[in-house]
């Protein structure tokens, strides 16, 4: 799922994944201010962090 939050944030239209993963992360989705998590992936490039996906999971844990 936080794959999915940050290609959807980065513009992505369509996702491949495992049917069982749909109605989950589309769940997800739909509760994201995709904005707002987009600001996240960058302020986290800024900082020069290797890898978002601490920043996101980070995000996630205080939006879900």
Do not use: C, W
């Amino acid at each position: 799922p936080v794959e999915a939050v940050a290609f959807a944030a980065l513009g992505l239209k369509n996702l491949s994944m495992r049917p069982a993963s749909i109605g989950p992360v589309k769940h997800l989705l739909r509760r994201l201010d995709l904005t707002e998590v987009k600001t996240v992936i960058d302020d986290a490039r800024m900082r020069g962090d290797q890898s978002v996906r601490g920043a996101i999971s980070d995000y996630l844990r205080t939006q879900v």
